[in-house]
C-alpha cells in the first residue's frame, strides 16, 4: 500500500478508488451538499498526492489521515459559504429497502435534523457527523481532529445536548 508514497500513479489510483466514497460520504455528511462534497473529494485527493511524502504509518492509519485531510478541506470550504444554504441539497434517505417499520424519522424530523446541524459550528457539527454518522470511535474521531480524548467527550457530550436542544425547541 505504501507504493503510492514513491510516486507511483497506479497505486495511487488504487488508493483513490479505495478511499474515494469514504471521504467522499465524510464530505456530505458534514458540508450537506453534494457539489461542495465533490470538490473536497478532488482536494483531498491532490493534497494526498502534493503530501504523500508526509504520511506515516506508524502514527496511524491512511483512512484516518484521509479523513484528517478530508475535515481541513471541509472545513475551508465551510468558512467560506453558509452551510445553512447548502443543507437544500440534502435529501431524505431512500427507504426502498427498509421496511416501514424500520423508519423511525419523518421526513420533517429530517428536515428539523439538519436545519439544527447546518445551525452549529464547524467543530461540534464535524465530532457529531463523525461519531454518529461515520460511527468512528473516540480514539478515532481525537486522532482526527488532533484533539485529548477527553475533549472528543465533552464536546461531543456539549454537541449532542445542543442539538436535541435546537430540534426540541424547533418542536414547541
Known amino acids: 500500500m505504501e507504493k503510492w508514497q ?3 500513479k497506479r497505486d495511487f ?3 483513490y478508488n479505495r478511499y474515494n466514497s469514504m471521504v467522499s460520504k465524510h464530505a456530505y455528511l458534514i458540508t450537506g ?10 482536494e483531498v ?17 491512511l483512512a ?4 484528517r485531510i478530508t475535515v481541513n478541506e471541509c472545513y475551508k470550504k465551510i468558512r467560506a459559504i453558509s452551510v445553512y444554504d447548502c443543507l437544500e441539497d440534502f435529501d431524505f434517505p431512500e427507504a426502498t429497502s427498509r421496511q416501514p417499520e424500520e423508519l423511525l424519522v419523518t421526513k420533517q424530523e429530517y428536515d428539523e435534523m439538519l436545519k439544527a446541524l447546518g445551525a452549529m459550528d464547524e467543530k461540534h457539527r464535524t465530532i457529531l457527523v463523525l461519531k454518529y454518522l461515520d460511527d468512528l470511535s473516540y480514539a478515532e474521531i481525537a486522532d482526527i481532529m488532533q484533539l485529548p480524548i477527553g475533549t472528543v467527550r465533552s464536546r461531543l457530550s456539549r454537541a449532542t445536548r445542543a ?3 435546537q430540534v426540541n425547541h424547533s418542536n414547541v
Request: net charge neutral; aromatic share 12%.
Open 33 to 42: 451538499s453534494r457539489d461542495i462534497a465533490e470538490d473536497i473529494v478532488q
Open 45 to 61: 485527493f491532490v493534497a494526498a498526492w502534493k503530501f504523500r511524502a508526509s504520511y506515516d504509518s506508524r502514527k496511524g492509519s
Open 13 to 15: 489510483e488504487q488508493v
Open 163 to 165: 442539538l436535541r436542544e
Open 6 to 8: 514513491s510516486g507511483n
Open 64 to 67: 484516518t489521515w484521509l479523513h
